[in-house]
């Protein structure tokens, strides 16, 4: 019955970075791009200016490993997960690189840098000397929602595991 009480996930959330262009309309743009520049070049290539093609598929397969690399580095996030005993932070790079760190709630503080025209630039998590920026994918006002979570669920775990 402790064990369980002392467990129990206060807060939990998975950062990730934002992507508005989702892989079936990255697919829909690439085509649109790509019928643009074959009908853009076709009167190059019908007067003899061959070369004119090459450059406007050069263009396509620049758009396209640009997107790739982009999608690639959608793949990180940042784990953040709080019970009455430990905070938990972990980051994953997009190639699969893996950093956790391990707190005790009671010493952690939220330390924010804020700007007074942008809002919240960079929220930190900082405890016994150490120092790790978290919610650096957010913006400036999702940035502000998690700090204000994330202080709410810390004040719950300094009070302690509830046990009924």
Known sequence: MDDL???RRIFSARLTPHRSLTRKHFRLLLIIIGCAGLFTSLPFVIM???????????????????????????RAYEDV???PLELHLAKVSAKG???DWRF?????RLEREEDEEFGLQRLEVASRGARIEIAHYLGPD?????????????AEARRGPRYN
């Open 5 to 7: 009480a002392s467990e």
């Open 48 to 74: 003899g200016a061959w070369p004119v093609a090459g450059f406007m598929g050069l263009d396509v397969a620049l758009i396209y490993f640009a997107f790739r690399a982009n999608f690639r580095d959608a």
């Open 81 to 83: 997960t709080l019970t």
């Open 97 to 99: 690189a893996r950093a």
């Open 104 to 108: 005790n709630p009671s010493w952690v």
């Open 142 to 154: 999702d940035k502000a929602r998690f700090a204000t979570e994330l202080s709410r669920a810390l």
